[in-house]
């Protein structure tokens, strides 16, 4: 009954007239985000972040909050629609969404989605309401160590996580870290890689960083590879789903709740892992598997449950422990950082409207987008058709006034700009930015950590082995390294032969 009573605080947190304006308007943004194709959650939170600092912090949290779950409802409108994916996470329904509408079906794929997204978000967000309180009974007991441990970890399970090479992560962890270093010494004061710089003292703020390797950056691609699909224009009827496709959905759906939550809570996992793997779920437990990619609804129903899912499981580590699961959880501990709420198993503690509240509304926003997507379907119809040439110059004067008006420094444009054409570069070559603005956050989380460890234990490092809970995690991260890097030799070792008889 506490958790309930708890959760009750947090309605009244959120049921206030500028929360709710704020959470409409988060969702209104993500929604719009997710069916523009090009821009994707992590871009437009980045561009929104300055933005966000003038209000109080739960506002703050809300609008972010809603923006990120809001993206991935919008997301199918346009897998469904245009065959371009707004996110990343709706890369998977175009494979059944689009065969769908082509076959006259558009309504049913769209009802699906959302009505499958609002199951799999109420789901969630019960877990995460159950879960959270206890995973900060046990946080409680962590110090400097386990925290470490935990850090570690994560960015073990990232290297798992990332669609490419493990190895071009780890180097986009380790740069992450490294630029997370710069300015001053945490401990002693001193500069560290400013070059005698008085701009690079206080560090890389992470809002020009992450607005030019994911806003800048993602103009330029866009402009360069943009493919523009033909907008479905036939009038879309029946958004209610059949008797038969409940039929086909309702066992996708719960599965991809579930799949969806559990990879959200895992380091480096997310909405793109989840749908990736409730479609290759679905197939493999399908007794038609030749129908996956000729518009069966099932491949439309899990996927976009489980990315949806994963926003409320990812927001456990982020409430409960501080600690982000993947590149958007990142932003929104940063913006928790920036506006001087420290996160961790204290926040429900310290800050109760905090953290209650974002959790309230989170089924606040499930609802209202519930009511965005289906009757508003035609007006995103006609968003799919702005012209390009006018949209994207429009995010760029955003990126440019968004990272000035935070601390009214050209420097800091010229940062961004750096990191946007550098973003841009290192994505061409195939390496993936999210290890890097997480590595980024957490790196001095990170650092913060070790050195509280090393001065509890007198400069010894069997500390981390003499604590059991820490021990158990390092073990883990370690045997998860060990079979990372035998898997990545027994693939070389399987491709050699190959190279050779070709040659």
């Given at each position: 009954?506490?958790?309930?009573?708890q959760?009750?605080?947090?309605?009244?947190v959120?049921?206030?007239?500028a929360?709710l304006?704020?959470?409409?308007?988060?969702?209104?943004?993500g929604?719009l985000?997710?069916?523009?194709?090009?821009?994707?959650?992590?871009?437009?939170?980045s561009?929104?972040?300055?933005?966000?600092?003038?209000?109080p912090?739960?506002?703050?949290?809300?609008m972010?909050?809603?923006?990120f779950?809001?993206?991935?409802?919008?997301?199918?409108?346009?897998s469904i629609?245009v065959?371009?994916?707004?996110?990343?996470?709706?890369?998977?329904?175009?494979?059944?969404g689009?065969?769908m509408?082509?076959q006259?079906?558009a309504g049913?794929?769209?009802?699906?989605?959302a009505?499958g997204?609002?199951i799999a978000?109420?789901?969630?967000?019960i877990?995460?309401?159950?879960?959270?309180?206890?995973?900060?009974?046990?946080?409680?007991?962590?110090?400097?160590?386990?925290y470490?441990?935990?850090?570690?970890?994560?960015?073990?399970?990232?290297l798992?996580?990332?669609?490419?090479?493990?190895?071009?992560a780890?180097?986009?962890?380790?740069?992450?870290?490294f630029?997370?270093?710069?300015?001053?010494?945490i401990?002693?004061?001193?500069?560290?890689?400013?070059?005698?710089?008085?701009?690079?003292a206080g560090g890389?703020?992470?809002?020009?960083?992450v607005?030019?390797?994911?806003?800048?950056?993602?103009i330029?691609?866009?402009?360069?590879?943009f493919?523009r699909?033909?907008?479905?224009?036939?009038?879309?009827?029946?958004?209610?789903?059949?008797?038969?496709?409940?039929?086909?959905?309702?066992?996708?759906?719960?599965r991809?709740?579930?799949l969806?939550?559990g990879?959200?809570?895992?380091?480096g996992?997310?909405?793109?892992?989840?749908?990736?793997?409730?479609?290759?779920?679905e197939?493999?437990?399908?007794?038609?598997?030749?129908r996956?990619g000729?518009g069966a609804?099932e491949?439309?129903a899990?996927?976009?449950?489980?990315?949806n899912?994963?926003?409320a499981?990812?927001?456990?580590?982020l409430?409960?422990?501080?600690?982000?699961?993947?590149?958007?959880?990142?932003?929104l501990?940063?913006?928790?950082?920036i506006?001087?709420?420290?996160?961790?198993p204290?926040?429900?503690?310290?800050?109760p409207?905090i953290?209650?509240?974002?959790?309230?509304?989170?089924?606040?926003g499930?609802?209202m987008?519930?009511?965005?997507?289906?009757?508003?379907i035609g007006?995103?119809?006609?968003?799919?058709r702005?012209?390009?040439?006018i949209?994207?110059?429009?995010?760029?004067l955003l990126?440019?006034?968004g990272?000035y008006?935070v601390?009214?420094?050209v420097?800091?444009?010229?940062?961004?700009?750096?990191?946007?054409?550098?973003?841009?570069?290192?994505?061409?070559?195939?390496?993936?930015?999210?290890?890097?603005?997480?590595a980024?956050v957490?790196?001095?989380?990170?650092?913060?950590?070790?050195?509280?460890?090393?001065?509890?234990?007198?400069?010894?490092?069997?500390i981390?082995?003499?604590?059991?809970?820490?021990?158990?995690?390092v073990?883990?991260?370690?045997?998860?390294?060990?079979?990372?890097?035998?898997?990545?030799?027994?693939?070389?070792?399987?491709?050699?032969?190959?190279?050779?008889?070709?040659?």
């Amino acid at each position: 009954m506490d958790v309930l009573g708890q959760l009750a605080a947090g309605f009244g947190v959120i049921l206030t007239p500028a929360n709710l304006y704020y959470c409409f308007l988060g969702s209104l943004v993500g929604t719009l985000v997710g069916v523009l194709p090009g821009i994707g959650p992590l871009a437009a939170l980045s561009l929104l972040l300055p933005f966000t600092f003038t209000l109080p912090p739960v506002a703050s949290l809300v609008m972010l909050a809603a923006i990120f779950y809001g993206a991935m409802y919008g997301g199918s409108t346009t897998s469904i629609l245009v065959n371009i994916p707004g996110e990343a996470a709706s890369v998977v329904t175009c494979l059944d969404g689009h065969e769908m509408a082509k076959q006259g079906r558009a309504g049913a794929a769209l009802g699906i989605a959302a009505i499958g997204s609002f199951i799999a978000g109420t789901l969630s967000n019960i877990g995460l309401t159950l879960f959270s309180p206890v995973l900060v009974a046990v946080a409680l007991r962590f110090g400097p160590p386990e925290y470490f441990a935990i850090m570690i970890l994560g960015f073990v399970m990232t290297l798992y996580m990332v669609a490419g090479s493990a190895l071009k992560a780890m180097v986009m962890l380790a740069l992450g870290v490294f630029l997370s270093t710069v300015g001053m010494d945490i401990v002693n004061g001193a500069e560290r890689f400013t070059f005698g710089s008085v701009n690079l003292a206080g560090g890389f703020d992470l809002v020009p960083v992450v607005m030019g390797l994911f806003g800048v950056s993602e103009i330029l691609l866009n402009v360069e590879q943009f493919a523009r699909g033909e907008v479905f224009s036939r009038r879309i009827r029946r958004l209610l789903p059949t008797f038969r496709d409940w039929l086909d959905s309702w066992a996708p759906i719960l599965r991809g709740s579930f799949l969806g939550f559990g990879l959200g809570v895992l380091p480096g996992g997310g909405p793109v892992t989840a749908s990736f793997l409730s479609y290759a779920v679905e197939r493999r437990l399908s007794r038609r598997p030749e129908r996956f990619g000729h518009g069966a609804i099932e491949g439309v129903a899990g996927p976009e449950s489980a990315n949806n899912a994963a926003v409320a499981g990812s927001m456990i580590p982020l409430l409960s422990l501080g600690l982000p699961s993947n590149a958007v959880t990142a932003l929104l501990l940063g913006a928790l950082i920036i506006q001087g709420v420290q996160p961790g198993p204290m926040l429900m503690v310290q800050r109760p409207e905090i953290f209650w509240g974002v959790i309230a509304s989170l089924y606040v926003g499930n609802v209202m987008l519930l009511i965005l997507n289906l009757p508003l379907i035609g007006l995103w119809v006609q968003l799919l058709r702005v012209p390009y040439r006018i949209l994207f110059p429009c995010v760029l004067l955003l990126t440019v006034i968004g990272t000035y008006s935070v601390n009214h420094n050209v420097f800091d444009v010229w940062v961004m700009i750096g990191f946007g054409l550098a973003g841009y570069v290192v994505r061409k070559l195939g390496y993936e930015l999210a290890p890097l603005v997480l590595a980024m956050v957490l790196g001095p989380l990170l650092e913060q950590a070790l050195r509280q460890s090393l001065i509890m234990s007198s400069g010894n490092p069997a500390i981390f082995m003499t604590r059991p809970i820490a021990a158990t995690i390092v073990l883990l991260a370690a045997a998860l390294a060990a079979v990372l890097v035998l898997r990545g030799k027994r693939l070389a070792l399987a491709a050699q032969p190959t190279v050779e008889g070709s040659s």
